[in-house]
């Protein structure tokens, strides 16, 4: 049982550039999030998915799009990288919006943008 | 709006000390749900214990406690006889009814445990 995969787990970009982070649960979660982590602010959400073909912003959405065509996947991606989203990005899975279980999180991706 | 504070930015003890780490949160919800994560030096988040708002029960796990007090907005983690593997950053998060996995994380305390 692999949990919360994501892909990669580094990567250096260039200013201006684009990617996706990639992220995949098996868990059947309903509820799919992608969160920043930088020092001394804690974790802070970027967007939030309650389902398939469901997405809303989180607190910190600019620069940031996400989509969600499968319960399993729920990609992030960077549409023009600038060094302010240099970071550490967590993808998370919960069971339902409403039951308000724990999430489980992915390994992390630690992104450089020069 | 939500808001979780965590004033103690970093903390260190010498092992088998006992260590508190603070956690207050705000919310108009009444129905709420409180978690403590463990972030290792390795990088994962790792689960840690739930609480909702309906229950103030203290809770112990070994060498771990947890006291929720409503009174006073706040869910405080001891760490017992504290060990080197304990060293890490300890994240209090909250969600509301309806808005589960939707957390609001405070800034996290970082534990140094010297042996």
């Known amino acids: 049982n692999a949990g919360v995969t994501q892909t990669p787990k580094f990567q250096v970009l260039k200013t201006g550039q684009s990617m996706t982070l990639q992220c995949a649960q098996d868990?059947?979660?309903?509820?799919m999030s992608w969160y920043r982590q930088d020092p001394g602010m804690g974790l802070r959400l970027i967007h939030y998915?309650?389902?398939?073909?469901?997405?809303d912003q989180g607190e910190v959405p600019n620069g940031y799009n996400v989509s969600r065509s499968t319960t399993e996947d729920f990609p992030l991606r960077l549409l023009s990288a600038a060094p302010s989203q240099t970071s550490v990005y967590f993808c998370?899975?919960?069971?339902?919006?409403?039951?308000?279980?724990?999430?489980?999180f992915g390994q992390g991706t630690r992104l450089t943008v020069v | 709006a939500q808001k979780v504070t965590q004033a103690q930015t970093e903390i260190s003890v010498v092992e088998k000390e006992d260590v508190t780490l603070d956690c207050v949160y705000e919310?108009?919800?009444?129905?709420?749900?409180l978690f403590w994560y463990k972030q290792p030096p390795s990088g994962e988040l790792v689960f840690l214990i739930r609480r909702n708002s309906f229950d103030e029960q203290n809770e112990i796990s070994g060498r771990y406690s947890w006291n929720f007090q409503k009174s006073t907005s706040s869910f405080n983690f001891t760490i017992t006889a504290s060990q080197v593997v304990d060293s890490a950053v300890y994240f209090c998060a909250l969600s509301v009814v309806n808005q589960g996995g939707k957390l609001i994380f405070g800034q996290g305390t970082e534990l140094s445990v010297k042996p």
């Open positions: 998915s309650v389902g398939a073909g469901i997405t």
């Open positions: 998370a899975s919960s069971y339902s919006r409403v039951s308000n279980t724990e999430a489980f």
């Open positions: 868990m059947n979660h309903e509820y």
């Open positions: 919310t108009r919800d009444t129905t709420y749900y």
